[in-house]
């Protein structure tokens, strides 16, 4: 993500780091950029991408959260 580009395995991760919850709180600020880009974060192409890129920000935005629980 952090290179612009994204692979099937890293909506695995993110949704691993949320499940890590705050011990994972250096990662925010690339989880942070990856959901604020206006670029694919989908490895998909074609109009699956738009449903694969919502999904993906979605997660990003819970692992977000869930890192920010105390």
Do not use: C, K, N, Q
Request: without cysteine; proline residues 4%.
């Amino acid at each position: 993500m952090g290179e612009g580009r994204t692979l099937p395995v890293m909506r695995a991760v993110v949704r691993s780091l949320g499940e890590i919850g705050p011990a994972a709180a250096s990662v925010v600020p690339l989880l942070e950029a990856a959901s604020a880009t206006d670029r694919r974060l989908s490895h998909e192409s074609g109009w699956r991408a738009i449903d694969a890129d919502e999904a993906f920000r979605s997660e990003i935005i819970d692992a977000l959260a869930r890192i920010g629980e105390r």
